[in-house]
Nanobody, 117 residues
């Protein structure tokens, strides 16, 4: 069965950085596009970024473009999200999703990112 386990969240000051990881199992990771989505308090799911099966094709929401970088290691079945220049509006639970932009399931249990001074 598909299993996605996110990690790396935490509390960070505005302007800081975090690196999220997502360990995937139960499917052939290298053959699927993957995405990150987030859910801020009281709001719905918001797409953040997607990556195709190789490192070549990546896509970002306008709100994170230039600050976040998505990456994947197909040998380690792991998806990453490097988040720099974090803002308070980036505070959310971040989820790893199997699929490209517009996919919201299957996803992991999420990791909390809080940006606050």
């Amino acid at each position: 069965q598909v299993r996605l386990v996110e990690s790396g969240g935490g509390l960070v000051q505005p302007g800081g950085s975090l690196r999220l990881s997502c360990a995937a199992s139960g499917f052939t990771f290298s053959t699927y596009a993957m995405s990150w989505v987030r859910q801020a308090p009281g709001k719905g799911l918001e797409w953040v970024s997607s990556i195709l099966t190789s490192e070549i094709n990546k896509d970002y929401a306008d709100s994170v473009k230039g600050r976040f970088t998505i990456a994947r290691d197909n040998a380690e079945n792991t998806l990453y999200l490097q988040m720099n220049s974090l803002k308070s509006e980036d505070t959310a639970v971040y989820y790893c999703v199997r699929g490209y932009r517009g996919s919201y399931w299957p996803r992991g249990q999420g990791t909390q990112v809080t940006v606050s001074s």
